[in-house]
């Protein structure tokens, strides 16, 4: 006799909150970097982040290092001009294994001298995370959030 299969459990988000302790901003301008790009110059502005988890507990108290990546072509991303039904499945991918976790997004090139001298000037101590569960100890996240000061409580 065969069993009826269980409809699948809706996956409820969750928060993911990360105290900064650290940062470092990264550029670098570049000639001719690359074959298969036409294009005479190469620019990478990047701002790493140093973190530590307070939420959720199963991860709390682990370091973070987030990778921040300036995107001049964020607004209008090569997959959408050639089908714009296409639609981004998230904002960045978190990744905790036993020992660390990190987190890599691409942001609007023209946000990044905001949050440079944001962080400069001490302005954000936290970043919020919003995706799914750590499944297998990855997260494709939706929603990233830098604030001055939270309640974890209200978490």
Not at 98 to 112: K, L, N, Q, R, V
Request: with cysteine; net charge positive.
């Amino acid at each position: 006799m065969a069993r009826k299969s269980a409809k699948p459990r809706p996956v409820m988000p969750v928060y993911y909150i990360f105290e900064i302790t650290g940062f470092e901003p990264n550029y670098t301008l570049t000639v001719n970097a690359s074959d298969y790009e036409r294009k005479p110059y190469w620019e990478h502005v990047a701002l790493d982040v140093s973190t530590v988890c307070r939420l959720p507990s199963k991860v709390a108290g682990r370091p973070a290092k987030f990778q921040l990546v300036a995107n001049r072509d964020f607004w209008t991303p090569s997959a959408w001009e050639r089908d714009n039904d296409w639609r981004p499945l998230g904002i960045g991918l978190l990744e905790f294994r036993p020992e660390a976790g990190s987190f890599y997004a691409s942001i609007p090139h023209d946000s990044m001298p905001g949050f440079m001298t944001a962080m400069a000037h001490g302005f954000y101590r936290y970043i919020l995370l919003y995706g799914p569960p750590l499944v297998r100890g990855k997260s494709l996240c939706t929603s990233l959030e830098f604030k001055r000061e939270i309640d974890v409580a209200d978490y």
